[in-house]
Structure formats: C-alpha cells, structure tokens
C-alpha cells in the first residue's frame, strides 16, 4: 500500500557534505485489523494515530555530473495514540496516548537540477517503538479489565523531494 504523508522540514547544509534538519511529519491515521477465525467475534481492530520530530544528519557523497548519493540517521521523539475495538464497536478499548523515542536510518540519491535546487529521491526505516492501547471497556470472559492491543510502529518510506538552498 503507498500513502502520501507530508511533513516540514528546515536544515542547514555544512560546506563538507554534511547537512542536518529538524523535521515534524504531520499526524497520520492507520487502523490495522488481526484476529483468529477460530474466534470471529475477537478480531482487533487497532486505531493509531501517530505524528512526529525527529532531528536528521545527512552525509552527501558526490558521484559527478551533479549526482551524489546519500545516508541519513534521524532520532527524535513520536506521538502516538491508540485505541480500537474488538469484535464490533461496541466493544472498546480506551484510549491511551504516548511518547516514545523515534529513530531512522536511509539512503538516496540527489541531483543537483539548479545551482541551488535540489531534486531527492530516498528511502527510510523509520522505528516509532511498542505502542499500546488502554484495557477493554467491555466485560471478556472472564470479567475482567485485563485485555489491550500491542504492537510495534514502523514504516518503510520512500521520499521524493525538493530542497531549495538559500
């Protein structure tokens, strides 16, 4: 599945093919469903809503006739809400907010189009940590508060972008 997620980004480039930026990826909203068809009335369905910060270093190696490849390490923080249901709506579980530790590593490839424009074209792992939901709202089984959805937040991005160098 390929979806477009926008952010903002402000860097500086060094003058030794290093360049850093601050970057904060608007909020996205995924909803995830597992389960069994043993138990068809135990599906999850998991709603994550995540945005984040990150601070990312750039490492631009020059190949000629205005490409260059490049590396990125970023580490900064995500905010993520979960909740969901299980079975039909009626059965929640609460909502629980979080803020977890964020990292990512990538690499790509830039050409310069302009003298100060920029074109990239990258991909990025990007690990957001385990997240979790609040307990079930409803009565299980056994009639207890005792369930929650967990998961762990990643994504695989591929970029495409334009830098402008004032």
Sequence with gaps: MIEAVGGQQLGYQFGNGWRSE???????????TSGSTTFASSYN??????????????RDYALGYDFSVYGTV?????????DGWQGNTSRQY??????NLA?????GI?????????????????????????Y??????RGLKDEQ???????????????YLF
Excluded: C
Excluded at 52 to 58: D, G, Q, S, V
Excluded at 74 to 82: C, D, F, H
Excluded at 94 to 99: D, G, I, L, P
Excluded at 103 to 107: D, E, F, V, W
């Design 110 to 134: 830039s050409y310069a189009a302009m003298e100060r424009l920029n074109l990239d074209l990258g991909y990025r792992y990007m690990d957001m940590g385990k997240i979790e939901s609040g």
């Design 94 to 99: 609460a909502a629980s907010t979080q803020n």
């Design 74 to 82: 970023g580490l900064g923080i995500a905010k993520v809400k979960s």
């Design 45 to 58: 369905h998991h709603k994550v809503d995540a945005e984040r910060l990150m601070l990312n270093a750039y």
């Design 103 to 107: 990292y990512a590593i990538g690499a």
């Design 22 to 32: 601050a970057e904060y990826v608007f909020k996205k909203k995924s909803e995830y």
């Design 136 to 141: 079930n709202n409803f009565t299980n089984a």
């Design 149 to 163: 959805m967990k998961a762990r937040l990643v994504s695989s991005e591929f970029a495409l972008g334009v830098r």
